[in-house]
């Protein structure tokens, strides 16, 4: 029998794909679940802690399960399905978070997957560490951006085209930076 607080976080899970996250109440989870309010309140203390546990939950699941494998677009190509597959609760979780909250998890994600690729691609041990930084920084930025924008247009996009056009530069760049070492920068 699977326990309380994944039922809990399952009922909560398929409400979001039902109505807008601001219209869910405990009173729906629990009436889903069919456990009562004290239950609910003895493993989360609100609604926006039951949302930030499940976003945690299944962002740490990507990662562990696919964002160490060394191909950026093992981790992406999941984690766009699992939107896709998810797009109303996914688009309600967008509109209803504060945007540094969201953007925040995201970007955990990306900087994962990227930090992982630059590792099994050896780019760490070639280049100075503010340099490796920089490009981490660079592709990560790239991505979250591409996904919020993507989000903004209501997940109309092709954002696997886009994440695997991105995911070809990030290899070219690093096979490059692995091939020249580190060139100087002339000073501005």
């Given at each position: 029998m699977r326990?309380?607080?994944?039922?809990?976080?399952d009922a909560f899970a398929q409400l979001l794909e039902e109505k807008p996250y601001?219209?869910?109440?405990?009173?729906?989870?629990?009436e889903r679940c069919g456990v009562n309010?004290?239950?609910?309140?003895?493993?989360?203390q609100d609604i926006p802690s039951l949302l930030q546990a499940l976003v945690q939950e299944k962002g740490d699941w990507l990662i562990e399960n696919y964002c160490r494998r060394g191909q950026p677009m093992h981790?992406?190509?999941?984690?766009?399905?699992?939107?896709l597959d998810h797009r109303r609760a996914?688009?309600?979780?967008y509109r209803s978070l504060p945007r540094?909250?969201?953007q925040t998890g995201l970007s955990r994600i990306a900087g994962s997957l990227v930090e992982g690729y630059f590792e099994k691609a050896g780019v760490a041990l070639t280049i100075p560490p503010e340099d490796r930084a920089l490009l981490m920084r660079f592709y990560r930025c790239a991505m979250v951006g591409s996904a919020l924008d993507w989000l903004e247009g209501g997940m109309e996009t092709d954002?696997?085209?886009?994440?695997?056009?991105?995911c070809r530069l990030m290899e070219q760049s690093?096979?490059?930076?692995?091939?020249?070492?580190h060139p100087p920068i002339p000073p501005v």
């Open positions: 326990n309380t607080k994944a039922l809990i976080a601001r219209r869910i109440t405990v009173r729906d989870i629990v309010r004290n239950t609910f309140y003895r493993y989360y981790c992406i190509r999941p984690l766009i399905q699992y939107s996914v688009l309600h979780v540094e909250e969201f954002l696997l085209a886009e994440a695997e056009f991105l690093g096979q490059q930076a692995l091939l020249l070492g």
